[in-house]
């Protein structure tokens, strides 16, 4: 049985906890969270402990997921975490990437340790379509869009204006785009042309919804590239939506090898639940770094460099049978 | 640079050439015939040897391309090969593949060096989906379609029916096992319920049409199983149709991982030239087998064991900060 801690709680915590109770190859020594252990009501009924308490576990946990968020969490905790145990996170800010490989590889190097780090559907299942899609057609356009589903850091981003109370953002591609690719046309898309943003709002009494509008729509980075639609609904309209956190997205490599011969590769997701399939994945590199590091190896993998056997709890001749 | 050959020039060994060529890392040291080479004119002005030349090739070849076909070809042949040079080969027999995998693991030990076997897109790409999807979704539901494309296997065994001149056959998936699928509903599906198989078949002069349809409808194993649609056409036309080799297919999970959260998971791949791609798919694999090797490694490999990296030309940093 493979020995797993879980560190922190919330939805992408619930997500693994749910996936770790159903791997038959696994056992949770506990759940580590910042709060008062007490106040935490796991989904499954694993121990709960302060993650002040982990270090008296060292030795006795193959892999550590990590279920904290990539702006602060992961930057802070991953690289004292990876000095007593292996982990697993799903660090997904991709400008920051080689930065944070850079730092962890250090660390696992000097104690020994494994880290499988930008683990999920994007970074992680998307990662390794692109990947895979490239080496095998290297003549042709890559393209990825997300959604339908909702952005966390957009739905911040609009909840920090003031006047707002409460607020939720879908990533929506569209359709014009996405057809333009499947019937291999190759567009050239702009940030525009790929998605659309779609907010829904709820205000503070008297607050200028106007203003709020035009805010949003031109606030850089998050919303200005885009085309995006500002709906004003009630707070609890908002709370409603907030409950589903369905996701998904496409990967597509439109390409030739003649000038008379083309192809196209797709990957689709369409997740019901973004934090409990990205904890599926989480959990399924959980068994992949148990297992590498019980074969000695250190240092930071990410999807490029795990052989994808090492994902599943079925045999290699099992896996060559029945799956190949 | 990696230095490769090339055995065999049939459709697939013509589709290697291409993407041998097109690969900036890589060159041709030859193509190998068991034709008189002066018969053989390559898409690509690679040198042409006669097989039986190989021998004197040892220790200058990083890895061979076999592009020979799976009912006689390989099994007959690889093991020979395994002993002086490293291998990628599409075997694409399922059922034999433990057979194949376990004779040539023997050699490749013995010998020191390393096969890539069963690698194109199915066996290939498409056991790479389905490996990944069952490990990240562990609980639900594997479906694969084919088509629609050229099943070669059953265009020959219509061949074998005396008075057939010529014939061609469509694997098609039907529409309704696919949205069937794709709205999630996880239908129980019998062979009959996933494809249709539609023959165009030229008759000698004079040949009972009716009797050689029957004949065909009732082939156990081959269509039997299945709906069969029978056309008689022209050997001109079936000419016509054997030029686009086009296919392609899809690979779905379908699961839960709660009660309520219900994912879907799919890849498709539209190919206008199936041994185009596949030549493609193979050559990618020769770049991962010429580094694997050199790295030491020797035996045996599919795509469940080879880290998708070993596959591109980028830079491992490269792949971290463009693919990831």
């Known amino acids: 049985m493979i020995k797993v801690g879980i560190v922190g709680y919330g939805n992408l915590g619930r997500g693994v ?16 969270t910042r709060r008062d252990p007490s106040s935490v009501c796991p989904a499954v009924n694993f121990p709960v402990y302060s993650v002040s308490e982990l270090e008296r576990f060292k030795g006795q946990i193959d892999v550590l997921l990590l279920c ?20 697993v996170d799903s660090f997904d800010t991709h400008a920051k990437i080689p930065e944070y490989y850079s730092s962890l590889e250090k660390v ?36 990825t869009f997300w959604g339908k589903g909702v952005s ?10 003031a006047g707002v109370k409460n607020a939720i953002q879908y990533t929506i591609p569209k359709d014009e ?16 042309d790929k998605h659309l943003r779609e907010c829904f709002v709820a205000v503070e009494d008297g607050a ?17 590239d885009y085309d995006t639609i500002v709906n004003f609904v009630s707070d609890a309209e908002v709370k409603v939506m907030q409950q589903k956190l369905s996701h998904g997205g496409f990967v ?9 011969n083309a192809h196209l590769l797709e990957l689709s997701l369409k997740l019901d639940s973004n934090p409990e399939f990205t904890g599926s994945v989480l959990t399924a590199y959980g068994r992949a770094v148990a297992r590498l590091a019980k074969e000695g190896k250190s240092g930071v993998v990410t999807v490029f460099d ?9 045999s290699e001749e099992e896996l060559r049978a029945h799956l190949l």
Chains 1, 2 share one sequence.
């Open 17 to 32: 906890t749910l996936a770790v109770n159903a791997a038959s190859d696994m056992e949770c020594v506990g759940i580590f």
């Open 68 to 87: 904290g968020g990539s702006a602060t969490d992961l930057p802070k905790n991953t690289a004292g975490l990876l000095k007593d145990f292996n982990t």
């Open 108 to 143: 696992a190097k000097e104690n020994g340790t494994l880290a499988a780090i930008s683990i999920g559907w994007d970074p992680g299942v998307f990662s390794i379509a692109r990947m895979l899609f490239g080496a095998v057609l290297p003549q042709g356009n890559d393209y």
């Open 152 to 161: 966390q850091g957009h739905s911040d981003a609009i909840r920090r204006i």
């Open 177 to 192: 785009a996405l057809n333009a690719v499947r019937a291999g046309h190759n567009p050239d898309l702009k940030t525009r």
């Open 208 to 224: 200028d919804k106007s203003a709020i509008e035009q805010q949003i729509k031109s606030m850089p980075n998050y919303f200005a």
């Open 252 to 260: 597509f490599r439109s390409g030739n090898t003649t000038d008379k």
């Open 306 to 314: 795990v052989p994808l056997k090492y994902l599943s709890p079925m």
